[in-house]
């Protein structure tokens, strides 16, 4: 039961770094910010993969999400 609950709270914090970073991205392509929003691609992605290599997301769930991120971060330029 312990071992459940401290795994719980860990993908908890690893899907609310997620939202957080995807929020950052979406505030940065609403801004028309090239820069910012690259950055932003970058450590949102990266938390992304990690998450789905822990196990938190699916592997095709974090494929899907950076995807739509690109595409929003390149349909600025």
Known sequence: MRQSRKRRL???STKTLVKTR???LLTAVEEN???KSADALFKASSV???ASAKGVLHKNT???KISRLTRKVN???
């Open 75 to 77: 349909a600025l330029s």
């Open 33 to 35: 910010d090239r820069e």
């Open 62 to 64: 974090a494929s899907r």
């Open 10 to 12: 860990g993908n908890v």
């Open 48 to 50: 992304i993969a990690k």
């Open 22 to 24: 995807i929020k950052a």
